[in-house]
């Protein structure tokens, strides 16, 4: 079970850093003005973790027609179409005088 939520967490991470650093932070405070008996820094958290997932939500209820459409532009031509070039060694005859 362990690996499995180290699993989930770390793709979350991934896919969504700023989401999940947001709602981490929110976590953390909950559990310490929780535990520590401060109600303003539980609810300061708490704040956090709804208003981050609010946003979340509100991102994922988007419709693909609103989004705006990802361009791509190719500066180089294509990998197979320049030339290979050779490689670069030094001679250990004639090393480079600087």
Same mark, same amino acid.
């Given at each position: 079970?362990?690996?499995?939520?180290?699993?989930?967490?770390?793709?979350?991470?991934?896919?969504?850093?700023?989401?999940?650093?947001?709602?981490?932070?929110?976590?953390? /405070?909950?559990?310490?003005?929780?535990?520590? /008996?401060?109600?303003?820094?539980?609810?300061?958290?708490?704040?956090?973790?709804?208003?981050?997932?609010?946003?979340?939500?509100?991102?994922?209820?988007?419709?693909? /027609?609103?989004?705006?459409?990802?361009?791509?532009?190719?500066?180089?031509?294509?990998?197979?179409?320049?030339?290979?070039?050779?490689?670069?060694?030094?001679?250990?005859?004639?090393?480079?005088?600087?």
């Amino acid at each position: 079970m362990n690996a499995v939520w180290h699993r989930m967490l770390k793709s979350a991470y991934r896919r969504e850093p700023l989401f999940s650093f947001v709602l981490t932070i929110g976590v953390v /405070d909950t559990v310490i003005g929780g535990l520590g /008996d401060h109600g303003s820094l539980a609810g300061f958290g708490m704040g956090t973790m709804v208003v981050a997932l609010g946003l979340r939500w509100w991102q994922f209820q988007r419709r693909p /027609d609103e989004q705006p459409e990802a361009t791509v532009t190719h500066y180089l031509p294509p990998y197979a179409s320049r030339p290979q070039l050779p490689p670069l060694s030094m001679s250990k005859r004639h090393p480079p005088t600087y």
